[in-house]
């Protein structure tokens, strides 16, 4: 089954930057999905990126032109460049297969990221 574990996350400041890790195992699939979620207090998990491989991410508009998705096929990992990051982009960040679990894997512990003055 399919395992990610994020790390990375923390305490910065409006308009800052976070670099987030996603490390895959689990699994021997040659081209699948990869996205990014963000669980914000009191609001239901959503996706805000994703990139199949040898194609271009895709953004939701919430975090287009701030925040970038690249991987490294050798580490099996995934990161999320953050860039002015803005309060609203505080929350629990996952990554998992887009579709989520489409590789017989579960959501993960998440990393915590919190921007605020």
């Known amino acids: 089954q399919a395992q990610f574990v994020e790390s990375g996350g923390g305490l910065a400041q409006p308009g800052g930057s976070l670099t987030l890790s996603c490390t895959a195992s689990?699994?021997?699939?040659?081209?699948?999905?990869i996205g990014w979620f963000r669980q914000a207090p009191g609001e239901m998990r959503v996706g805000v990126g994703c990139i199949y491989s040898g194609n271009d991410p895709y953004y939701t508009d919430s975090v287009k032109g701030r925040f970038t998705i690249s991987t490294d096929n050798a580490k099996r990992t995934v990161y999320l460049q953050m860039d002015s990051l803005k309060p609203e982009d505080t929350g629990v960040y996952y990554c998992n297969t887009f579709p989520p679990n489409g590789l017989g894997g579960s959501w993960g512990q998440g990393t915590q990221v919190t921007v605020s003055s």
């Open positions: 689990g699994f021997s699939a040659d081209r699948y999905t």
